[in-house]
């Protein structure tokens, strides 16, 4: 009832109001508060334990929980590209979304099978133990942006708070010094592969690790799979040339510059699962409409998170230091263009999603890959040539031609798509 209700709004805002209207629109939905809301606890969440694990461990024993981290935040982001935004832009059945969770379980249980005998070989607990709730943390994953996107908001918002809630409290026993680093990092994941299991079980969705390779999506879903991994390996690529040509203290200052955009990141990066079934849906009603959706979404966005960021390129030195500690120093001078960088992506997400919605996994990549090219080869040659800073400016500057680059594309696509609907 209450997604007619939108589309109809959608439909007067086209003819009453434009832009201005639509946005009213999304503000009016529901779906929004309870999007915006869980991925706040999510990032509160996830900071928590970083932030506590960074400030009890050696720098050894903090660069193994690093690198686990980023490989959850991989298989996280790529379980959304490969499996639930194919999906998301179908406007899947019930059953389409058993199949999906099916899926979903089948890569968790694959890199687990990778990350534990990994983990225990070369004596690396804490990627063995994310090798362990890794599907249970990726069905978490799934549950909450299909929910959060089209099925049951209430079931993301409060899977996400019970996670929250033990996070923080993980992250308190370790700064109180009760429970070592590595058992702080255990609690986190395996409260989270608990949850992952539990929501997925009481939705009657499916965990047997299979693949339907019948279905028609399954080409969407190894492109949008391919082009996540080719801008995950761009990223990785960047900062390891970054510290061979200008030193690892050149990737540390990215990295902890990156460490307080995090939470930011996350809020942005949470807004195109939403926009995926939104602009899937306005593609029924014309280009008008898709575009104006479009338009208003990312407005809404600049509105939400450009204050944030302009914030966080000024952060309070004060502050900086007691989050950073000595790293401040180093994370200071790089801060406001890694901030001109997120906020570029922030102005991406919409069009991004907007080939989701459309299907055009092969424009996609395309463009992924070109970027990809045009962002290493750019970011490197300025780190070689005069250093961090010089990195990171250029980071801003390619993000900002990526963000011009994917609207180009995007309108282009769904111009394309209308002409051929007609």
Not at 39 to 53: Q, R, T, Y
Not at 60 to 89: D, K
Not at 372 to 380: F, G
Request: hydrophobic residues 55%; charged residues 10%; glycine residues 10%.
């Amino acid at each position: 009832m209450a997604e007619r209700v939108e589309e109809e709004d959608q439909k007067k805002a086209v003819t009453k109001g434009g832009i201005l209207a639509t946005v009213s629109g999304i503000v009016r939905s529901g779906r929004v508060y309870f999007g915006i809301t869980t991925n706040v606890l999510s990032s509160v969440g996830n900071f928590a334990i970083s932030i506590s694990l960074a400030r009890v461990l050696g720098i050894s024993e903090l660069g193994e929980f690093a690198v686990a981290f980023a490989f959850y935040v991989f298989c996280a982001g790529l379980i959304r590209a490969a499996v639930c935004e194919p999906l998301l832009a179908m406007s899947p059945s019930r059953l389409a979304l058993s199949s999906g969770s099916n899926r979903v379980s089948l890569i968790g249980f694959a890199f687990a099978l990778l990350l534990v005998p990994f983990g225990l070989v070369f004596s690396m607990p804490y990627i063995a133990m994310l090798g362990l709730a890794l599907p249970g943390l990726v069905l978490f994953d799934y549950s909450k942006s299909m929910n959060l996107a089209m099925f049951d908001r209430k079931i993301s918002l409060i899977q996400e708070s019970v996670w929250t809630f033990v996070s923080m409290i993980a992250g308190t026993l370790l700064l109180l010094d009760r429970i070592t680093g590595f058992q702080g990092f255990v609690i986190w994941a395996a409260s989270g592969a608990v949850i992952g299991f539990t929501t997925v079980l009481w939705q009657s969705f499916g965990i047997r690790p299979t693949w339907n390779l019948a279905k028609n999506d399954t080409h969407n879903a190894l492109a949008f799979g391919g082009d996540y991994i080719i801008g995950s390996g761009a990223s990785q690529v960047n900062f390891n040339l970054i510290g061979v040509v200008a030193g690892l203290a050149s990737v540390g200052s990215l990295r902890a510059g990156g460490t307080l955009l995090g939470p930011v990141s996350i809020v942005i990066g949470s807004a195109q699962t939403l926009a995926i079934p939104y602009l899937s849906r306005g593609i029924a009603h014309g280009g008008r409409v898709t575009a104006l959706r479009a338009l208003a979404s990312t407005s809404l966005i600049a509105v939400l998170s450009i204050p944030i960021l302009a914030i966080m390129a000024f952060f309070p030195p004060f502050l900086g230091e007691m989050l950073l500690g000595e790293n401040w120093a180093y994370a200071e001078p790089v801060l406001p263009f890694l901030a001109l960088e997120m906020a570029a992506i922030a102005m991406t997400t919409v069009p991004f999603a907007g080939f989701r919605a459309l299907q055009a996994g092969r424009a996609s990549v395309l463009i992924r890959f070109s970027l990809a090219v045009i962002r290493v080869t750019t970011v490197v040659l300025a780190a070689t040539v005069s250093g961090v800073l010089a990195a990171a400016i250029a980071m801003a500057f390619t993000s900002c031609l990526g963000a011009i680059v994917w609207w180009s594309g995007y309108l282009f696509q769904l111009r394309r798509k209308t002409r051929t609907a007609i």
